[in-house]
């Protein structure tokens, strides 16, 4: 047989992923390989076990051709959500979907320890199933701030300030640790999964302790030159404004529009003892502006505004075809969302404000999760190391694999809290 | 011989194009193609006098290799620059060097007709050579405003709404017409030619009677969902401003930091008649910035900080290496730049913005009508019926190629006038 590249490896394990189930043919037109190169590379894939022939496909004209999939318990990921008001840690199949799920509390505005990051992986770790923590291909971690190209993370947020985090972890754990900002990660999720499928020029905004914009332009993720591009937080949007932020200067978006800081102007504005944990009550605040109460729709349009007039800028720049919002801002759709709409319409220039459509993204809470995990995927394609333990025998005794419908989670620790639920609209 | 495949054709002619001079071996290296491929295609692109052999290389390791480089003289194009202060039309040859130059006044704030384009173009045509004539590929032009997807243009700086400038020009002259938005066909030109060679993310920003970016990022240069992005001039920068856009909105960059608009600014502080043909005299209100003119430093500096905000979003937002200002900026670098460069120090994250090298443009005066022909070469490399043409056998009588040094402008009607020599700086 002769010799197997690894590209011809990673071309198919993609398709794999993406597609779930597919036949060879099938697979040859997606990556364009020649017919001998896949049939090699699926020939000793299935050997393996890493992938499954799962059922076949016989059409009008005659001969049947398999259907494969990847085998997705073969391999599994340890993933962190650090971007949300709790802390989220969940162990996923080689597809992502979730498997085992840890949620924290964490009180917005205290640093947070590296430590409980540690602690929170060695939680779902421990919680798999015994035969799965030899499969564990490495740890996804979603995280707020940026990081430079020497994989420093600064996350005003966290109260970091160029933290080596995936050197941290590795060492602890000696599995390999990939890290993506929350909002890129996020709009890749959005890409591979959600709304932004099959769209080649959308950005993704989270709304949520901080904010930042994920950018896809032509199909490609927009990194920029130091890998920290989408800081769409710390625009200045207000130049007179005196709302301090996180990172030093007055009148950024995020000063004036995060969840943090609209807890923070409704306590201003109605003097408000901040009993509450902060940045935990920004649905409390939404829930105030559909019942009427002036101080909460003041402060609300203000942050509608500004994120409107960002959004605008963007349109402008960029000329998207779709911005999808996540992070809190999901449950303040009904409260937020026209106000932001008008906005974009009065500041962008109509061609592209008309064209540009600007929606609540339908991934639900576990989009960080899911996405660690796909970026896990990715990444270890790339790696050589990582790549080769994929692609080798599987040594261990697999559990039966479903193929059909979404998997359901093994043990879910943690029950949703009511605050996870979308809201019911105001009547 | 075996069918020579049409994107051999345009691999082969785009490194021939970008190096000028280049080996064999050279191009089998850039295009990645096979052996014989190229072989088949030189072979014929030789015997068709599309290219020519004009010289050799001799290493210590033996074997000669012949030079090649493209006719360039082959075939030209007619070209315009509808952007500036000036109506600007060339003759070029297929490499982009004028042979022939024609520019004309056009005072800024009327509607520019389109027979006053056809005229200009037909001008640089007749003036050309008769056997000249017969060899114009393409008609390129860069003009300001935007294009949507069925190729009509909105310049609100031209007073043209929807106009299918294409198809008017083609009718005339019978010759393909290709149209880029200004701000768009600089960042190419600037990438092939200028300061922004081989740098994968920068931003071109021009300032001049209107405000456009042209975005490369991760080597790509951003269009937009609707081939409209960039319109940097058109964010909102000040909510509470009362200078009004030409595009109906108050408050845009455009409407405070454009050439016109910093004249209209300067002439309402100083009573002045606007005696001088509107836009025409930026210039002078750089000069009298620098003999230390009140009112021209209030009106500047405003200008300026308003500019550096809008970069500062740029820097945010895309973490560009670069961003190169071109336009009527390029003579107010002394008096201009170094506030914008605090300003953007000032809003931008400090990683990103200590990071971006903010300069103005050295490809003169001439970048829009290099970049016109530029595109033009692109777009025909994509027209099947303009590839067969170039790489069809020449017909007509070639004049003597020269192929090094610059090539000079064969005749060049129009003197420049001194208001496009860069000003002194100021003493």
Not at 228 to 236: D, F, Q, S, Y
Not at 265 to 277: A, M, R, S, V
Not at 336 to 365: F, T, Y
């Amino acid at each position: 047989m002769p010799k197997i590249c690894d590209q011809w490896y990673r071309d198919i394990l993609r398709v794999l992923y993406q597609r779930r189930t597919v036949t060879r043919r099938g697979i040859i037109e997606a990556t364009r390989l020649n017919v001998a190169s896949v049939s090699h590379t699926l020939q000793h894939l299935l050997q393996c076990g890493t992938i499954l022939k799962v059922g076949e496909l016989q059409t009008s004209r005659g001969r049947k051709r398999e259907v494969l999939t990847l085998n997705a318990e073969a391999w599994y990921f340890a993933v962190a959500d650090l971007e949300g008001s709790r802390l989220r840690f969940a162990l996923t199949n080689l597809i992502g979907d979730i498997r085992f799920l840890w949620e924290e509390d964490w009180e917005f505005g205290n640093k947070l320890n590296v430590e409980r990051v540690i602690n929170g992986i060695k939680t779902v770790i421990q919680n798999g199933r015994p035969e799965q923590y030899s499969q564990i291909l490495a740890i996804g971690i979603s995280h707020p701030g940026i990081m430079d190209k020497n994989g420093c993370i600064t996350a005003v947020n966290l109260g970091w300030s160029d933290l080596s985090l995936a050197a941290e972890i590795e060492e602890r754990f000696n599995i390999p640790v990939f890290l993506e900002e929350a909002h890129r990660s996020c709009v890749v999720a959005e890409h591979w999964l959600g709304a932004a499928k099959d769209v080649a020029d959308c950005a993704y905004v989270i709304v949520g302790n901080g904010i930042g914009v994920g950018i896809f332009l032509g199909g490609h993720l927009v990194q920029g030159h130091d890998g920290i591009a989408g800081e769409l937080g710390h625009l200045t949007v207000d130049l007179n404004a005196d709302d301090k932020c996180n990172c030093g200067k007055r009148g950024c978006l995020e000063a004036i529009a995060s969840s943090p800081n609209i807890v923070r102007q409704y306590l201003e504005k109605t003097g408000g003892d901040g009993e509450h944990p902060y940045g935990h009550r920004v649905l409390e605040v939404y829930e105030k502006a559909r019942q009427g109460d002036a101080a909460a729709i003041v402060v609300l349009d203000r942050a509608a505004r500004y994120l409107g007039l960002a959004l605008s800028h963007l349109t402008n720049l960029f000329n998207p075809q779709l911005i999808v919002l996540g992070g809190d801002i999901i449950y303040g759709e009904d409260v937020l969302l026209p106000r932001i709409r008008d906005e974009v319409l009065r500041h962008a220039l109509p061609k592209a404000a008309e064209n540009v459509d600007i929606r609540v993204s339908n991934l639900g809470a576990d989009i960080l999760l899911k996405a660690a995990a796909s970026l896990a995927f990715q990444n270890a394609l790339e790696s050589p190391t990582l790549l080769r333990k994929i692609c080798s025998p599987i040594s261990f005794e697999l559990p039966a694999v479903k193929i059909s419908g979404p998997r359901s989670v093994a043990a879910q620790k943690v029950p949703r809290s009511s605050r996870l639920r979308t809201p019911a609209s105001a009547s």
